[in-house]
């Protein structure tokens, strides 16, 4: 399994982008996917995590700007990010879990996307 970020960049305080993951292989539909995040000296966080059954969980700190979906047809993870503000500016990730429920980790990561929100 290959994941590939893609569409992060440069956003003013306020804007929106939308980050895509796009996931080879045909275990996609049955995993849960997520997104993190990690700021330069920060730990990796959490940002959304969606189950294979599209069950959605946020952090505190994105709950109501950001939408985590899936298409599982196009085997890609989406995260629609709007309202957004300098502390999002971070490397994004995304990541597959392919018995999450009964392992709670993640079996693959991407490679990360850059998101810089200027204040």
């Known amino acids: 399994v290959q994941l590939v970020e893609s569409g992060g960049g440069l956003v003013q305080a306020g804007g929106s982008l939308r980050l895509s993951c796009a996931a080879s292989?045909?275990?996609?539909?049955?995993?849960?996917m997520g997104w993190y995040r990690q700021a330069p000296g920060k730990e990796r966080e959490l940002v959304a995590r969606i189950s294979s059954g599209r069950s959605a969980d946020y952090a505190d700190s994105v709950k109501g700007r950001f939408t985590i979906s899936r298409d599982d047809a196009k085997n890609t993870l989406y995260l629609q990010m709007n309202s957004m503000k300098p502390e999002d500016t971070a490397m994004y990730y995304c990541a597959l879990g392919a018995d999450y429920d009964n392992s709670g980790e993640y079996d693959y990561w991407g490679q990360g996307t850059q998101v810089t929100v200027s204040s």
């Open positions: 292989g045909s275990i996609f539909s049955i995993a849960t």
